[in-house]
């Protein structure tokens, strides 16, 4: 969410080692609790999941991968890519700022809506170096798009939502990560960046309307 997480993203594509991760299936109102060895694996559950349903927007089938900073949404979405021909928006292109998650919704719902008509979606990225509005960025309307990071599972979304993915990860673990990430640039910001992220989790009952629930 930071720019030196911008600047790192390309680097971290090219890892290949994942952690052990827990997968809690909630379709159908029913908890199946799996013990995954690797993150690859709970990709495969979460593609499973998004192509045993039918296509949510237009022809697309958008997987929604939300939870707090350093839980591992990047890399889950990166393993479920390597799976699949899709695209992936990572939410903190989009974000205005760190006080913009409030208005994520209406700008991941402004990206998606040309998808539902086969178009591709635009919308201006956001700098954080340079803190304002760039290029356009675009989501071409591919038979999965993967939607990852903070504002993914707002109920504004949940119409043209697939699959809504909850991932999570101890406090102390998740700080570790996302600081190793962004180094001090983040450190400052790491508390009210914690409390809007649970401001918004808590209106928008992220978790509890997941469809899966991975811990990591």
Do not use: N
């Not at 993203?9 to 809690?24: D, F, I, L, N, T």
């Not at 190793?180 to 401001?199: I, K, L, N, S, V």
């Amino acid at each position: 969410m930071v720019p030196a997480r911008q600047v790192r993203r390309g680097r971290r594509a090219h890892q290949r080692r994942a952690p052990a991760v827990r997968v809690e299936d909630h379709r159908d109102g029913e908890v199946l609790p799996r013990v995954r060895l690797r993150l690859v694996t709970a990709a495969e559950q979460v593609l499973e999941h998004a192509l045993a349903r039918e296509p949510s927007l237009g022809g697309t089938r958008l997987i929604c991968i939300d939870g707090p900073s350093g839980s591992g949404k990047s890399t889950l979405a990166r393993e479920v890519a390597r799976l699949t021909e899709s695209a992936t928006v990572h939410t903190d292109d989009l974000c205005p700022g760190w006080d913009g998650v409030p208005e994520l919704p209406g700008i991941l719902a402004a990206l998606l809506a040309p998808l539902a008509s086969g178009e591709s979606g635009r919308h201006p990225r956001y700098d954080w170096i340079l803190g304002h509005l760039v290029e356009d960025l675009v989501v071409p309307a591919l038979p999965v798009v993967l939607l990852e990071g903070v504002g993914a599972g707002a109920c504004r979304l949940a119409p043209v939502t697939t699959t809504l993915v909850w991932v999570d990860a101890d406090v102390s673990v998740r700080k570790e990560r996302a600081l190793t990430r962004d180094g001090d640039t983040f450190r400052d910001h790491w508390d009210p960046w914690a409390a809007a992220e649970q401001t918004y989790f808590e209106a928008e009952q992220v978790r509890a309307r997941a469809d899966l629930v991975i811990t990591t």
